[in-house]
């Protein structure tokens, strides 16, 4: 079955300390790879996105994520998180010329503690 | 506000009733997606349109289920004779076809409908 998988239920850190959220697709083929964020009480926004090229991609608030064809990951890092990153984590996969629609991973909670 | 715009923000009904929900997306963007996301889950996908036109419907949208876009602005999604088990997040999303592939791939999504069925 297609599928995008998380493997983080729930992550809790300290500040500072440095992320890595696992994503895994199942898809072969051209896709596009999404990371969207979900802070408490707010709509689903974009962090970043993959699409061709360079397969390390820079989003907004320091966040990054790889795309790494071979293991079918798209990661998502960030070397020091805060309080502000506390939000639910989702990664989404659009397969190319299958229309527009994402499929998404489960999520991942992040709880950053002060 | 220039979002994507969900209408009601909460909606409690009793099972067996019919609920109909809206969506106004991004003012020029002609696709429009329909997510449905429950608790400790990822949104998953129902429908999509490309203007006035249903180009993919899910398998989890059931005969109870219809989306329209009469016009190709704003759509609602209907759902008669609710159960229980519809109680979820309905979220809509839009995006722009444009002459870019980039700009074709990026999904804004609302706030949501939360559904509550008693």
């Known amino acids: 079955a297609q599928s995008v998988s998380q493997h983080n239920h729930h992550v809790i850190l300290s500040e500072a300390a440095s992320l890595e959220l696992g994503c895994n697709y199942s898809y072969g083929g051209t896709v596009n790879l999404f990371w969207y964020v979900q802070y408490p009480g707010q709509h689903l926004q974009l962090l970043l996105k993959?699409?061709?090229?360079?397969?390390l991609v820079k989003g907004i608030k320091g966040f990054e994520a790889e795309f790494i064809k071979s293991k079918f990951s798209f990661n998502l890092r960030k070397p020091s998180v805060q309080w502000s990153d506390t939000a639910e984590y989702f990664c989404a996969v659009r397969r190319y010329n299958q229309g527009g629609k994402l499929i998404f991973g489960q999520g991942t909670e992040l709880s950053v503690k002060p | 506000d220039t979002g994507v715009s969900q209408d009601p923000r909460h909606k409690i009904t009793k099972r067996g009733q019919n609920v109909t929900f809206r969506c106004d997306p991004i003012?020029?963007?002609?696709?429009l997606y329909w997510y449905r996301q429950t608790l400790g889950q990822g949104p998953e996908f129902l429908t999509y349109?490309?203007?006035?036109?249903?180009?993919?419907k899910s398998r989890l949208l059931s005969d109870r289920f219809s989306a329209e876009r009469p016009k190709g602005s704003f759509s609602t999604l209907e759902i008669q004779r609710t159960e229980q088990g519809d109680s979820a997040m309905y979220l809509c999303?839009?995006?722009?076809?444009?002459?870019?592939?980039?700009?074709?791939?990026?999904?804004?999504f609302g706030a949501g409908t939360r559904l509550s069925v008693l």
């Open positions: 349109f490309q203007n006035e036109a249903q180009l993919e």
């Open positions: 999303a839009s995006s722009s076809d444009g002459l870019k592939e980039v700009a074709k791939n990026i999904q804004y």
């Open positions: 993959y699409f061709s090229g360079d397969p």
């Open positions: 003012s020029e963007h002609n696709r």
